[in-house]
C-alpha cells in the first residue's frame, strides 16, 4: 500500500467516507534570512517533504481534525462566535479557518485528517506546510478552489500571525504554493512577484538538521522583527521615504549608524547586506557562478552568527564541518534560527561522501545523530489525483 491509499485508508476508518486529499510541501531557504519581514529577498525551494490533509464534508458546521503526528483530535464549532487558540498543533489549521472566514468564505463542516512527514523545529517550515494544505483542503470544499495563490499564502501567513501568534513573515506559505520542480525563486517580498531560478544538475542541496531546537525561538524570533522596526523608525527621521529596512542601502546605513544603538546597528547591517548577498547569488546562479554562490552562503551564515545572532552552538558547528568536506561551494543556517538546519550547497559527485562523512564527524563532536537529506526542489502545493489514493 502506498503513503497516499494508506491515508485515504485510515480517513475511511476514521470518518467513514471517501476523501479527497491535498499536499503542501516544506520548503529550504538558499539565501536571504530574516529579510522577508523586511520587505526583502529570499530565494526558497520548496523541497519534497509534505503534509497531506484529507478531507471530507460534515453536515454540520464542525471541523473535525486528526493529526497522525500527534496522534490527537481536536474540533472547532465554526458556529461560534469566537473561537480561541489552545497553543498547539491544532491552532494551525482551524487558524487557517478562522481566516478564510474572515476573507468572506463560508466554509463548511469537515472531518480532516492531518499527516506531515516535514520535521517540525528543522527550519524547514511544517507550519506553513499544515496551513497551505490545509487552506487548500477547505476552500476546495466551499467551492472556493479558484482563490488566487497569493491571496492563500497571505492568509495562510495572516493565521500564523494572528492565531498562532508568530509574527512571521511570508516566505513559506509563499514557496509552499508557488515551489516549482528543480528551481529555487527569487522573491520579492514587498511586491510578491518572483523569478523561478534553475538548481544546475552538478550540485546538490543537502540539508543537515542539528536535530537540537532551541527554545527562545519563539521570542527571539519576534524581538528581531521588533529590533528591525526600531531601525526604520529612528533612520525615517532622516530618510522619510523608507517604509522598510528593504528601502535603506549600505551607505545611508554606515551615514546614520550613530541614531542607531549597537545592537539595532548589527541587526540593519546584517538585513541590508543580506539583501544585497540575495540580488549576487541570483545574478550568480544566472551565469552559472555555483563558487560566488557558495561564497555568499558563507558570508550569510557569518552575518546570521554575529550580527543577527540567530545561529546556535550546532549551527556553527555543522557550518564549520561541512566547510571541511569535499566538494562543498557553500554552507549556512537555514530558516528562522536558534536550531534546525543547515543548507550545503555540494558538487553532485561528493554528495553521497559528504552526507556520510559530516554525519559521522557532527556525531562524534556533540552524541546527536544528524538527519541529512540530498533534496531536490520540488513542486507547489496541490490536489492529490485520486488515481494515486
Ligand atoms: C521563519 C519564518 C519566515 C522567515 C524565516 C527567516 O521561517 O516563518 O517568514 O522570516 O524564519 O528567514
Known sequence: ???????????????NADPRVFRAPGRVNLIGEHTDYNDGFAMPAAIEFYCWVAIAPRDDRKLDLYSEEFSASAEADLASPAIAPTKSWSDYPIGVAVELEKAGIR???????????????????????IEVATALALADLAGASS?????????????????????????DQFVSLHGQKDHALLLDCRSLTFESLAI?????????????????????YNRRRADCEEAVRRLATVLPGIRALRDVNLVQLEQHRALLSDVIYKRAL???SEDERVLDSAQALRAGDIERFGKRMGESHRSLRDLYEVSCRELDLMVDLAYQQKGVYGAR?????FGGATINLVDARYAGEFKEKIGR?????????????????????????????
Open 361 to 389: 564527524a557532527y556525531q562524534k563532536e556533540t552524541g546527536l545523530m544528524p538527519q541529512i537529506y540530498i533534496c531536490k526542489p520540488a513542486e507547489g502545493a496541490g490536489p492529490v489525483a485520486p488515481s494515486e489514493l
Open 147 to 171: 482563490f488566487d495563490r497569493v491571496q492563500l499564502a497571505r492568509l495562510c501567513r495572516k493565521a500564523e500571525n494572528e492565531f498562532v501568534g508568530a509574527r512571521v513573515g511570508i516566505m
Open 200 to 220: 544546475p544538475d552538478s550540485v546538490k542541496l543537502v540539508i543537515c538538521n542539528t536535530m537540537v531546537k532551541h527554545e527562545l525561538a519563539f521570542g527571539e
Open 270 to 272: 546584517h538585513i541590508v
Open 333 to 337: 543556517m537555514t530558516g528562522g534560527g
Open 1 to 15: 500500500m502506498t503513503r497516499l491509499s494508506s491515508i485515504a485508508e485510515r480517513f475511511r476508518s476514521r470518518f
Open 107 to 129: 466554509l463548511r463542516g469537515a472531518n480532516l485528517l492531518i499527516e506531515s512527514e516535514v520535521p517540525i523545529g528543522a527550519g524547514l517550515s511544517s507550519s506553513a506546510a
